[in-house]
């Protein structure tokens, strides 16, 4: 069974039938073709599916997709700008070598972008917990950790660059 | 060198790192070909049975299934990564041998369907006996894994250096200790996938998350009777593999076959579960160690044994236990060794390589027992690896030339870093330090593919483009690659392009293992560029009328040395090139091999086995908690000598990596197996370190110029990974003063082990 929901994408908003036992992470790669979003196990273990759904970072292969109806759904498409500008998150991992094999990548800049998101001037220890639910096996998370920290610590002052922004909440 | 490095030596992200943080670098899962069908593989519920029957009639009929395929249907061709010790078949014929041993596999249009598929398949087995530890399987009467193995021994060696009985007799002191090291999964973030195509002209073609693509291509052609020249193997980017991708999988032959025989292309993609029980894994191994030393404390002789627990079938089998025994003559001086390895067969998951390669189980060994015999002699387990360590230029005993060797230095500079002269034995009760040290070759040469190609080409306005087989799982193989290429050609990195791990386009690589990619393949790539710029300097020497001798290249220009002035740059030098007496493309090749006088495996004699030998030291400071047993490990101080550093960045990556992975290993890791079941085969339930366990790191280098390495560089991936385990649980003796003998060391096993000092 399918139901037609609408939702926002990374700022674009659309209306998309979904089956009762998609998960998002299913939505997003199987059927929009967004392939970013990494899926490492299947069962919320390891982060690497992350994405934001109105403002929380969730593991989207755990995530109903019915769930996102009317949310605001960013994914690791959504940060770089379209004339491929990287979001200073991506530019920072990339810099500082928080990238080794790549896959855990999409999900810790999501789980990052999530948290600075909500405060952007996080200490070492409340990134340290932010990413307590994505898994790497490479860097050893020291390389991860920096790159964050290189933000966090005001290297660079606006972290909304791109495509989305927290929408006001009403409440 | 004749000017300073301007691209090799700096902190420089990687070629395609940009690409990951976009989501945009394409992996197995995320590649998608039209008309495409899902494949999954029907595993043995059983430990070991016969297989007396599979009915695949019901899965056959089931909508959308397009294939079903049982080890019936494959050629009576066995594959594995050693040549002879090839024990697997795709998929099982007559038997399976462990839980997850591949059976059956569907393909069809959707994943779920072909999973829905293999729950139709129904196979009637007759269970066999079976065994689950080495110890047991050796014994007369046990159960035979492979009927055709005796004692379930697959693999053994017995290799003496020296005459060790005679060294004995002339210690002051011996000790003889045993210890186990424990079964650990690789769990690289990407599961393991192929996706495979046929065309009409007889063409296969593979994409695999494979370490080694030319041992895949000649693995599928042998089993599936396919030629190499028809068989093309790509390398898409590999999400780690940490060792668990240097072997070949059902995935690999079935997605192959299905592609054959119906025309469509095929993906298989395995879960996590399937990762954890279906793999490879590290090999747990019981080891003894028997050490003789003099008063002063320098080693005399080490009898050293080992049995590993091989699961089910061979995988690297030999090389292991080879390598294992072998790589204890460094990084201390051993004049007499007398090494038995024994690889058994038992009825449980695979073991294959993994970073180190069977080093790691036996510097786990030695490293702790070197602290335990500082203890009893009353030596500093600091100074009593500085008394034995080899030098370089040294008469070495098994041969192996030494031309570099910053061991010393590390030991020093790790207890600096850690600060041991402060701490060791001087933190009160529950607090410690603790060191070890390793040394690990850059890549083997004398016992496989051993060789290397690159070609690289220069084209227009001076965009350089490389060809090589370099297997990047994402360590950085093609940045460093390119780092060496663009340095030697005077370019910018950014000027370069690589092309890897492709063999229908890709020169022969052996691919990443061992250690040996920035050597052999940099080196390569190196002889590539230099004859690239030969040809340069030619015309350029014409034009400037100066002698090639003169000549330097650098940022993008050619120009003659001490006048930055009097030059052209790359861009018109290519089309003086091309455009005057020489209208050729200018393509350069090259080819390197460890240079051996002797080759030799070190079976029956001595020689060199490494083109060089990097060298580390860890020292680590934990803290236990006695209410919980809980132990965190606090810092990481990780002295290391890889040669000149192609990509500081890259290898502090590897460094911090390798102390996380050596953590999980001494305090976390451990696959559970009980009957043959894997009983924690998920992330949660296994349990690796996470960014909260990360401990502080200081990295430490150590820099030596090495004269074989490209640039000077020696090997930073694997040797890493051999010392942080063993350098943890003897800080977690100087803590609490119990020595542990196995890993991992768990709050249960602490707990307990304090309760009963108290008695």
Redesign the interface.
Known sequence: MGKMISFALNGNKMAVEVKDHWTLLHLLREELGLLGTKEGCGSGECGACTVIVDGMAVNSCLFPGLEIAEKDVVTIEGLTSPDGTLHPLQKSFVENGGIQCGYCTPGMIMSAKALLDESPNATEEEIKHSLAGNICRCTGYVQIIDSIKSISEGGVEEVHVVAWKNKEKDE | MERELTVVGN?M??L????????????I??LVLPGMLHGKILRSPLPHAKILHIDTSKAEKLSGVKGVMTGTDIPDRKYGIVPKAKDEYALAKTKVRYIGDEVAAVCAVDPEIAEEALELIKVDYEELPAVFDPMEAIKEGAPLVHADVQKNISASIRKEFGDVEKAFGESDFIFEDTFYSQAVN??????HGALAQYDPKGELTIWSSTQIPFFLRRNLSTTLLVPESKLRVIKP????G?GQKVDMFAKDFCACWFAMNIGRPVKFIY??EEVFIGTRQRHPVYLSVKTGLNKEGNILAQQFKAYADGGAYNSTAPVMITLMGFFLMIPYKVPNLLHEGYHVYTNKPVGGAMRGHGIPQARFAVERQLDMIAERMDLDPGEIRIRNSIHAGEPHPAKFVINTCGFVDTVKKAAEGIGWAQKRGKLPFGRGVGMAGGSFPSGVSNMSHISSGAVVQLGREGAVNVLTGAAD????AETVIGQIVAEELGVLLEDVRVTAADTGITPLDPGTFGSGVTVRAGNAARLAAISVKNKLFEIVSEKLEASVDDLVAEKRKIYVKGSPDKGMTLSDALKAYQYGDHPMPIVGRGSWMAPTTEPTTLLKENGNFAPNYSFMTQAAEVEVDPQTGRVKLLKMAAAHDCGKMINP??V??Q???????GMGQALYEDVIVEKGQVMNP???DYG?P???E?PE?EAIEVETIDPLGPFGAKEAGEGTQVSPAPAIVNAIYDAIGIDFMEMPVTPEKILKALEEKKK
Do not use: C, N, W, Y
């Open positions: 902190r992200p990687m395609d790192a940009a690409a990951k943080a976009k989501g945009t670098a394409q992996f899962d995320d690789h769990a690289p973030l990407e599961p980017k590999v999400g780690g940490f879960d996590r799982i994402g360590q950085g960045l890259l502090e990556g460094l911090e990596g390798s102390v996380v992975g998920s992330f949660l690796f996470t960014a909260m990360m790191i």
